[in-house]
């Protein structure tokens, strides 16, 4: 399945319970070339207080605690409202024609909850690295730093990206925002993501970048985030819950031996 390019194999264990998902058999199966290939592999298992339980794994195969794009793509999966649990806590999905509205939660600010090594102001952080400074930190379910600059597709993002995900700031790394002013309203965003690198949509990186164009009041509620994959539409009011709206779709069905990724060799380890 995918959410604007940001692709995902869904593995469903809610009646059926999969083998052992280790990092290894995670990063076989989303290798492009020798497996079936994605961004982030979604498993859907039995949880003992909501519907099921979403759980999220990058390519690099570290499990994180929330994915917009991902859940677009499950409450299609669904079917019908639902609340789950996540990592980063419940959210609740609604699919609507060719996608899906998700209610994302509250956003928080507060530096230990980002998390930060230790205490800063998480509106403007007073930090920078080459050219990119002062960026907003929020965590939306995993943590997020969003930049505004005049050109968001001017910055090498590929290369400071990941600098900024490994620095030493982030005990947790980071998912790394960079954002434009493409209209009233409007956000132009590339996203380089936490163990998965640039993809063509961030579901997460497009709730915290609107959020953070909003308490900046360099936009108002409803905000249009136009990513490489295409565009998704943010609601936010102050100490609300981030509500993200936009597409999803089904790529193939298909079937593996888990056999041929329990045991990589090569390329997989």
């Known amino acids: 399945m995918h959410g604007l390019g940001n692709d995902f194999i869904v593995l469903d264990a809610r009646t059926a319970p999969l083998p052992p998902l280790t990092p290894a058999v995670v990063r076989a199966l989303a290798d ?12 859907l298992e039995p949880d003992d207080t909501h519907a099921f ?3 999220i794994f990058n390519r690099d195969g570290s499990e ?6 991902a859940a677009r793509a499950v409450a299609l999966l669904h079917g019908a409202p639902v609340t789950i649990a996540t990592g980063g806590g419940p959210i609740t999905l609604t699919p609507e024609a060719g996608g899906a509205a998700v ?11 980002i998390p ?5 102001d998480t509106f403007a952080m007073p930090v920078g690295w080459d050219g990119l400074a002062a960026p ?10 969003v930049f505004f600059v005049d050109d968001a597709a001017a910055v090498p993002l590929a290369t400071l990206g990941p600098m900024i995900e490994h620095d030493p700031l982030f005990p947790e790394r980071v998912n790394v925002n960079v954002a434009s002013l493409a ?17 063509r949509a961030c579901g997460t990186g497009a709730c915290s970048s609107a959020v953070a164009a909003i308490r900046k009041g360099l ?18 009011q102050e100490g609300g819950s981030i509500l993200m709206h936009g597409p999803a779709a089904e790529s193939f069905r298909g079937q593996f031996r888990w056999q041929d990724y329990a045991a990589p060799t090569g390329a997989h380890t």
């Open 64 to 69: 994180v605690g929330a994915c917009g794009n």
């Open 116 to 120: 930060l090594a230790y205490p800063l």
């Open 103 to 113: 209610d994302m939660g509250t956003p928080r600010f507060d530096w230990a909850a």
């Open 32 to 43: 492009r070339r020798t497996g079936i290939g994605c961004d982030q592999l979604v498993l």
């Open 136 to 145: 907003m930190a929020i965590n939306v379910g995993n943590p997020h730093v």
């Open 183 to 199: 209209g009233k309203d409007h956000l132009r965003l590339f996203v380089w993501e936490r163990g998965a690198g640039l993809t």
């Open 219 to 236: 936009a108002a509620s409803p905000v249009r985030v136009s990513l490489p994959g295409g565009d998704l539409v943010i609601t936010w």
């Open 53 to 55: 339980r979403m759980r």
